[in-house]
């Protein structure tokens, strides 16, 4: 069958224009995998950085967490029998089983009663068993490897009730923690310090993160107790070594002084018994998910030595220790403990990181929130008249059960900074877009522009316009479609690679798809009703000049307007991650603006460098800058197509710069080349800490709560006018001074040496409004004088080395700086807890090898706190996005720019072959074109900088960088200018790329092809 | 101007100024009456055509020639329909050009009019073969199937380019090549065909057979030609040659076989000089300096014919005085 002529026609069409409709086809097919790919990839490094954020914030003990101050414990529920229902006591103890296999299995099949029960408790299990197995060959299960108590899993779900149950899903496995206070111990053979007993804290704490490994003894039975017997308890090795206990010893548990049950008075005071079952060691203490327990739990490790409770008038030093129960036994012990002091019980909730989204960090905070607040349902009994009230199995204080979202403001932090970053990506990718469009738009008018003469002929022989626009749109339509096809499929491809189970999508490209799929169908059609329309001519020259000043005020009134009202809006306008339709005009318009300004100085530029090289008598460079003036050579898309790109290079740039360099600063704020923070920096510690290879000075800082005794005497302390303690940071001066000879802190606090004389003190502003005072804080030992300096003009950068004792304080917050001698004074039997260590390059194991095992310590270098910060922050989404689109900016750039080339070859072939007939060599034909490039590039790459410089002013309020930083402060804009000049002299290399490409295309081309002795 | 007595009074004036006359070339198939045309080229201000007049009639084999820039092509591109006048009227085929909307000029185009370029690559599509050619256009007016190939072969036969209906235009003579081109002008049947300089590429023997394929056209299918020629061969070829001088048709030139007493048939060309509806006309640049005529001639008006004279002081070399008469 014979295809149509027309047919036939169009399909010629098609495969004489294959390569250019081919440039149109990889650009949208590129476009489409952006369109689609991109923001999912983005999103799901979005996911990364949340996951490593909430990860980092779970490792500090940061989640949902229920506390209440519990007064008793129904029975019922916690594997103890209920004197008062004793049928109903023995049901929930089978919850409660032994570690191994068979049991847990039994126990899991004869357990809960309701269907939430069951499901939560089943994760417990699971999570729990995965965490907590032991390496010993004799290995004995903990408590923590133990499933909750039915009643505890359905209290706790009972607290995420009022939860979505999306939200409820990306909550981990609860931990359960009640504690009593610290009482006295005592037993035959316990040991003593100075004849004073030990103080001993019974916990039940529910999973243990990393589990112990029992090497004595057995864990606290899981079993009922029968009424009277004694509490089963475990303690760490450590725990025995220093108090000498032994399995099957039995100890007495009191209140200073006197027996725990003496305490309320009125109330019947029954001995408090406690066995020890079995001594444990820690599986991990430094695994980051390990650390933060023991860190926060440290006398469950290890006793500790403290003042104890005023006795005859002294505080005598003490052991304090926590010993580990199981549930029966924490019950048994409860009832008792409550009179000593506050017992809290803590539920805590850790984020699943794997769970989260970042499309749904916003959402999950929103209902964090809403649980935190008082008016949310409790599962508690309402109070009445200060009466305790019922939480669950917990009987609590009438303040009741109390939750809070620690892990909030991590993810609102998570959330502006990824609204911040989708600013930035914003730009960056509406950057790309247009140098997109603009290539495509360069590729389609060569392609029409080639077949000018095709056009004219089909015209003159009766094709209408529209004939013509339907052979370019059935044109579009088949490079276009199957573009789309491409591009969607292997975006689909791509995203299947590392699909995680949960994980975002991203902002909708739907409309990105749309804007792309229209362009590659109407920019074939439109252009060939552009060339093939009647024109009139324009013969008042007047008229053309008014137009092009209408178009330029046009374009300079709508950047204005969109840059205005970018200032007005800010980013609280741009509440939700995505691409912000504004944000993404502006770039354009900038562009344009700077494309415009660009065709008005071209002419200038040109008539200076012809004067110049009339002047040198060279032919070459006049006739190439004469021939300029008759056109910039690249039009003002490729103009545009420059000037956007490089100022999406210098921006994207600038900001990773500027997002680099405050991490750093923040990293630089906690001072010195690691931070080791602890207890029990003693000067042998640090002895070993300096031993370690690299290490320069060990600087030994504390950290002292201290009360003013007169808050309005001699001096006026701002924050305390009732005598709120200040936080006040103890510095070794003497290694300070080696450390860091110039810093001002050693100049102000050296010189108090006798033990009697006043104390030197740093003081903020804001702590003291003289400038000299003195103010006096009690001690254990009486009171001590401090000699306050105030200091207003003190930096970060001079409070760097106490960075990390300062925290979250700015220069501005009250606190005052001590010597470390003072204080000894101050407060009597303390150590350091911060050691601040100098030295590039030091490995965080090997200081971790030079300190005690029995303590846990948080060690923290520079670098390693560097890379949490990109790993936590938008660092990658950012630099992914910045780094993409500018190598596919200059990627379209160029290619852009070669088209633009190409659509002039032709006028430019019979110039130069006409002057070729005349002598000129083929040589100085590609200098011709270098020389006429040369001042649009140079220009374009000034514009392209300056305005790359300037979008953080033009952005204004819109773009914010804080929350992605992680520091208290928007951070200082840096503009690499040695990058920027790098990138403008890259655009100028760009653009003689393209000139030498095209002078490669040129020599293809005959001398008689383009220049004939007949033609007209 | 009918003849008549010429008016005296003022009524005899008011009445000749209300009596109907016929339009200027109302019996005309091409009439362009007094046209203008500006452009500006790279700054510079171009008067193409700068009042010219010319006349058709229907069923014409007319040469247009001029020098290079003489306005020709500018006058073709007018009556093509491919641009439009500054100033001025033109018709074709009673088609008004100044007042045609898009819709009346894509019907010129394709039913009133033909067109045959100088260079082959305006006229042939190359990748198309000969058939392929001539049938683009019908199928653009929306003839099609065996209709439009019985024409095409008919006009193929016709101008004898037949044995090359499948070949492309690579594949042709450039003679074969205007020749195709010329039944693709012919496809749609129009009423007029343009010729650019169709032999300006060919030598003088392909040329004939060009120009014998327009004669053909214009004799066989009653098509009106016009023929746009620096070529002096071409010229002498047809009827009527109509020359152009700066914008203005200069003088025309008419061909009529006479027959003498003897009964000898021979060929007389005779150049007229063209004169306007105002009554101006256009000397011959050789007359003009062969006389020395400047400024201003002498006019007498003889029993049958107009006398021009150059001022005395002209003929002598001296300097007459202002308003002087001649002698």
Known sequence: MRIPLRTRTALRDLRADRALLTCLAVVIAIGTLIATAGPALV????????????????????????????????????????PAAAPAATTPLAVETTASPTAASVATNTSTTSASARTTSA????????????????????????????????????????????????????????ATPFVDAAGPGLATTGGVPPELRVEYANPIPGGVRYVEGSAPPLGPLAPGAPAPIAASTATRDVLHLAVGQVLTLSRAGSPVGAAPAGEAAAPVTARVVGFFEPVDTLSPATATFWYTHPWLR????????????????????????????????????????????????????????????????????????????????????????????????????????DIKPTLDRFVAARAEVWVVDSFSLASVATVALITLFSAARLAVGRRERDLVLHRARGASIRDLMTVRAAHGILLTVPALLVGWLAARLLLHIGRHRAQSSGPGAGWMLAAIAVAGLVVLPALTWARSRPRPDVADRAVAIRRRLAVEIGILVLAAAAVVSLHGRGVDGLRNAGIDPQISLVPALLGAVGAALLLRLHPLLLGGSLRWARRRRSAVPVLAFAQARRGPGLGAAGLLVLVLTLAGLVFGGLVTRTVTGAHADVANSVGGDAVIQGRGLIEAVRSDVAGVAGVQHVIAEQTLWLTPDTPAGSASVTSAPTAVPIKTVAVDVKALAAADPNSRLVHLLSGSASSNSPISAYASASAVRQNSATLSVATPTGSAALNLTAVGTLTLADLRVIGAELGDLTPQDPFLVVPLTAAARLAPGSDPDTLVVDGPGIAETELRAALPTAVTYQVQTHRALMSSLDTATLTDSLDLVAFGSALLASAFALLAVVLELLAGARARGQAVSFLRTMGLRSRSATSMLILQLLPPAVLAAVAGVGLGALIPRLLGSALRLRAVTGGTAEPRIRVDFATSAALGAGVVALVLLAALIDHRLARRRKLGAVLRFDSR | MPAGPIPTTLDDLEADAVRPRPRYGHDAHIVCDNLVRIYRTEGVEVQALQGLDLLVGKGDLVAVVGASGSGKSTLLNILSGLDAPTAGAASVAGCDLLTMKARDRLRYRREVVGFVWQQTGRNLFSHLDAMDNVMLPMSYAG????????????????????HVRDRRPGQLSGGEQQRVAIAVALANAPEVLFADEPTGELDSATAEQVFEALRTANRELGVTVVVVTHDALVAGQVRRTVAIRDGRTSSETVREAVVDADGAQRDVAEEYVMLDRAGRMQLPREFVERLGMRDRVRVALDEDHVSVWPTARETTGAQAAPGEPAV
């Open chain 1, 302 to 405: 290890a006793p500790i030595a403290g003042p104890g409770p005023p006795r005859d008038g002294f505080s005598p030093l003490i052991q304090r220790a926590s010993v580990l129960t199981s549930a029966p036994g924490i019950l048994a012990v409860l009832p008792a403990a409550a009179s000593a002091g506050p017992v809290t019980a803590t539920i805590a909730f850790p984020l699943a990181p794997g769970e989260l989204t970042a499309d749904t960090a916003a959402a999950l905070a929103t209902q964090l929130g809403r649980l935190t607040d008082p008016a949310a349902g409790r599962p508690c009994t309402p109070a009445v008249f200060a009466q305790p009230v019922q939480c669950g199995p917990f009987v609590a204080t009438s303040a009741g059960l109390s939750v809070a979202a």
């Open chain 2, 143 to 162: 003839t099609r199937g065996a209709a439009a190939e019985r024409r095409t072969a008919e006009l193929l036969e016709m101008l004898a380019v037949g």
């Open chain 1, 43 to 82: 999103a799901r490094l979005d996911d990364r950085a949340l996951r490593n954020s909430v990860a980092m914030a779970s490792a500090q003990g940061l989640g949902l967490t229920a506390t209440l101050s519990v007064v008793g414990i129904d029975p019922t529920g916690l594997g103890q029998e209920n």
């Open chain 1, 123 to 178: 994760r417990t299990t699971n999570a729990s068993t995965g965490t907590a197995t032991s390496p010993s060959p004799s290995p004995s299960a903990s408590p923590s490897t133990s499933p909750l108590p039915a009643p505890l899993t359905t209290f706790a779900t009972d607290i995420l009730a009022p939860l979505p149950p999306w939200a409820r899903s990306m909550l981990g496995p609860p931990t359960v923690d009640l």
